[in-house]
């Protein structure tokens, strides 16, 4: 399609492609004319998250910045996140219910019939019966009521107010290049209530975000101090355990007393086996000693007073052996010991009147002798005795000790995990305290700019609206036509008729819209085409032949009209009109050329008579249709009887007429004349 069928095609289109843009635009003029105004303003926030004191990277210049983004992005999320809108919402609310000058301000500037029918007295009356704060606190209670309450479907409901969360998500939050600041923007219809909106959602923000940062740091050590706690406590209960079970065991440093333990039952050992031995061996010398001394010494030496006396030295013996075994002293240091070895040395020597032995030796050197292996005897025995019942006593407190150990480890054991455990979570809680703190320091959000009350309203969008809807109509109707040109399956024009059937066309009618003198011309432009058909066909055909002209995908009214038109205005004397439907064979003149409108299609339904007489056939078709596969059947059947065939176009519209028949005679100015021979000259 060239420029010029382009700009022939909108102006032929033209109540579509402007009268109905402009009948659009008018409205929408009309429509907008009782737009309420809308305010803008700003609040400024130094966030201080690149460039702030930070005590965690104090002496360090480094900057993550993605941390960085990650925290703006948290800013901003909170900003625009639904809980806060929700709080800036009922707080909003009951600063109207509490404040009559600037409810009656927005109701005038909104311009909303909703918000007049929602905050009537009645509904103002009844929820600020209280405080604003206690008002603010009514407001969440109504709205945890559920979805049928009238707080909640004013709030989360489909009415555009300036408590709805879906109006607060006119919140937008930037940052300001790349520095700290934040930005957030609002826009309201109504002054006093854009600059409170940013004043509440700044407030909101600013606990909320900081709630959230050092509620964090406030969870993890109330965490980190109560299992701290609990580690104490248990550290304390098994230090209290392992104090009570040394304190019952007589435990002071278990591994020295059980090394002393150790030791001293091997030295008891010992000193049983050494007094073993000694004791043997007095005994086996005294033996040898009584065989000298014979049988009547020893008699003598059995008397009454000096057992008696060696009876009570063993007795003495006996309870002075453990001191003596514990502290290693001589029992001749025990003044009763020595008064009885004393007496029992009188006694035996009241015997010394025996002078000699048998073998020849001094009696009294022999009873000297006795008397001290049987003093060392005795003696030996009495510690022999008093230290094995001392080593009965001793393997019980070694029996004592033995298991203690287990038990005494697994105590320290518990001891020492409880005490690693409580020293874990102080560091953990001395971080986070130390975390905390950071925090409290580095968390220093500060408003720079403060929203301001703005005076001048936003530039109306009106005049936007109204281009915006101007253009838009004119695209989409230029688009339509454009693809219903395209789209276009009709025959259309004389060459497009060419590429589809191969049939040449004989001439072409247009439609019949045009102005009577525009109409009259073409007319004699198709009728004289007409007639250079009919002169060819005469030239070529011999008397007595037969042009057939047949309706072929036309209406019954535009064949009337049409062939009519034909008829009434051929001015060729060759041809005769005198034959038509069933008259064809009848009145077939031999003399000059016969012209026959027949309603016959298909070649079988003339005959062989009347085909062999055919000079032309030409076909009468409506431009404006399509040829279908039935239609293209018939061609291809008198394509194949080798027949002249011509084709007679009919409601040819005006852009494909004027390529076939020259321009349609119109009044055009010299401007409009001279535009187009431009057009044609450089983009045709």
């Known amino acids: 399609m060239s420029l010029i069928e382009l700009i022939q095609l909108f102006l032929r289109n033209r109540k579509w492609t402007i009268f109905f843009p402009v009948t659009v635009a008018i409205v929408v003029f009309a429509l907008t004319r009782n737009t309420p105004r809308t305010y803008s303003s700003e609040t400024v926030i130094y966030t201080g998250i690149a460039s702030g004191f930070n005590p965690d990277n104090a002496f360090d210049n480094k900057l993550d910045f993605h941390a960085a983004n990650s925290r703006f992005d948290n800013l901003i999320n909170i900003i625009s996140s639904k809980e806060t809108r929700k709080e800036v919402a009922v707080q909003l609310l009951a600063f109207m219910l509490h404040h009559d000058t600037a409810r009656t301000h927005l109701l005038l500037s909104a311009k909303n019939k909703k918000l007049s029918a929602i905050l009537t007295n009645d509904f103002v009356l009844e929820h600020r019966k209280q405080s604003e704060k206690a008002t603010i ?125 150790a030791d001293q039952k091997d030295d008891i050992e010992k000193n049983a086996t050494k007094l073993k031995m000694d004791l043997q061996g007095y005994r086996t010398a005294l033996a040898k000693l009584e065989e000298k001394l014979g049988n009547r010494t020893l008699l003598q030496l059995q008397n009454e007073k000096i057992i008696s006396t060696r009876n009570q030295l063993a007795s003495e013996f006996e309870k002075k052996g453990l001191a003596t075994v514990k502290t290693g002293m001589a029992i001749d240091d025990n003044h009763s010991i020595s008064d009885l070895k004393g007496e029992l040395k009188k006694n035996v020597e009241s015997l010394y009147t025996i002078n000699n032995t048998t073998e020849g030796l001094q009696g009294k050197d022999l009873l000297n002798e006795w008397l001290n292996l049987t003093l060392s005897e005795d003696e030996t025995q009495s510690k022999l005795t008093v230290l094995l019942s001392y080593q009965k006593e001793f393997e019980k407190v070694f029996d004592r000790f033995a298991p203690l150990g287990s038990d005494l480890s ?5 001891v020492d995990v409880s005490e690693k455990e409580y020293l874990s979570l102080l560091h953990s809680l001395s971080q986070a305290v130390l975390r905390k703190n950071n925090l409290q320091a580095s968390e220093n959000i500060s408003i720079v700019d403060s929203a301001d009350l703005p005076m001048n309203p936003n530039p109306s969008k009106r005049f936007l609206l109204v281009i915006v809807s101007l253009l838009s109509c004119s695209i989409i109707a230029i688009v339509i036509l454009i693809l219903k040109r395209f789209m276009d399956h009709s025959i259309s024009n004389p060459l497009q008729l060419e590429k589809l059937t191969g049939i040449g066309t004989a001439t072409a009618f247009t439609k019949r819209n045009l102005l009577p003198e525009a109409l009259r011309e073409m007319d004699i432009r198709s009728l004289s085409r007409w007639d250079n058909i009919l002169d060819e066909a005469g030239n070529r055909c011999e008397p007595g032949s037969v042009t057939y002209l047949i309706p072929f995908n036309c209406s019954h009214e535009m064949i009337k009209s049409e062939i009519d038109q034909i008829v009434t205005r051929t001015t060729n004397s060759k041809f005769s009109w005198s034959i038509t439907g069933q008259e064809i064979a009848s009145n077939i003149s031999e003399e000059g050329f016969n012209l026959a409108i027949t309603d016959k299609k298909y070649p079988e339904q003339f005959g062989a008579k009347l085909l062999s007489r055919s000079c032309t056939v030409i076909f009468i078709m409506d431009a404006a249709k399509k040829i279908d596969e039935y239609e293209m059947q018939i061609i291809e059947k008198w394509k194949a009887s080798r027949i002249s065939l011509k084709a007679v176009l009919v409601n040819v519209n005006e852009i494909e007429i004027a390529k076939y028949l020259g321009e349609i005679p119109k009044k055009r100015s010299k401007f409009r004349a001279y535009l187009k021979r431009q057009i044609i000259r450089y983009a045709a």
């Open 137 to 261: 606190d009514s407001l969440l209670i109504s709205l945890e009521a559920g979805s049928e309450n009238e707080i909640y479907k004013l709030i989360f409901g489909n009415i555009s107010t300036p408590f709805n969360v879906s109006t607060l998500a006119g919140l937008h939050a930037v940052r300001l290049n790349s520095s700290d600041m934040l930005k957030i923007e609002y826009t309201s219809e109504d002054a006093l209530t854009c600059k409170k909106t940013l004043d509440l959602a700044t407030d909101i923000f600013l606990k909320k975000y900081q709630g959230v940062r050092i509620g964090e740091a406030d969870v993890a050590l109330k965490y980190f101090m109560d299992q701290t706690n609990m580690a104490k406590a248990k550290l304390a209960l098994s230090e209290e355990t392992l104090k009570r079970f040394r304190s019952n065991n007589g435990v002071i440093n278990y591994y020295e007393q059980t090394k002393y333990v």
């Open 410 to 414: 697994k105590l320290e054991r518990d």
